[in-house]
Nanobody, 125 residues
Framework: QVQLVESGGGLVQAGGSLRLSCAAS????????MGWFRQAPGKERQFVAR????????YYADSVKGRFTISRDNAKNTVYLRMNSLKPEDTAVYYC??????????????????WGQGTQVTVSS
C-alpha cells in the first residue's frame, strides 16, 4: 500500500505554469507505476499522465501532450506533474495514483490501487 499526498495546486492565469507534487509513503513506491488524473466539476475523472517505476516510460493524454511533463524522484518518494501553457479547460482537481502491479490499461482508474486526496488547479482566462 502507498499513501499519497498531493500539493502545488492553486490559481494561475491562462498561459501560466504550475508544478504539482505527490509525496508517497510506503515501501512499494519505487516499484510502482504512478499516474495523474483530473476531475473537472460535473465531469468524470480522466487520465492525464503516467510514469513507470523507473521513470523510463511516460504516457500522456492527447489533451496535455507537449504541455505537461510527468517525472519522479524515487530517492524522495515523490512524483511530479509540470504543467505549462495552462488553459481554462485544465481547471480540475488533480489526483495522483499508484499502480502497484504494473497493469497495462494505464489510462483506466481501475489499474490504480491507491489514490491521494487531490489538489485543486484553477486556470483563469
Amino acid at each position: 500500500q502507498v499513501q499519497l499526498v498531493e500539493s502545488g495546486g492553486g490559481l494561475v492565469q491562462a498561459g501560466g505554469s504550475l508544478r504539482l507534487s505527490c509525496a508517497a509513503s510506503g515501501r512499494t513506491f519505487s516499484s510502482s507505476a504512478m499516474g495523474w488524473f483530473r476531475q473537472a466539476p460535473g465531469k468524470e475523472r480522466q487520465f492525464v499522465a503516467r510514469i513507470n517505476w523507473s521513470g523510463g516510460s511516460t504516457y500522456y493524454a492527447d489533451s496535455v501532450k507537449g504541455r505537461f511533463t510527468i517525472s519522479r524522484d524515487n530517492a524522495k518518494n515523490t512524483v511530479y506533474l509540470r504543467m505549462n501553457s495552462l488553459k481554462p479547460e485544465d481547471t480540475a482537481v488533480y489526483y495522483c495514483a499508484a499502480d502497484l502491479y504494473g497493469g497495462t490499461d494505464y489510462s483506466e482508474e481501475y489499474e490504480y490501487e491507491d489514490w491521494g486526496q487531490g489538489t485543486q488547479v484553477t486556470v483563469s482566462s
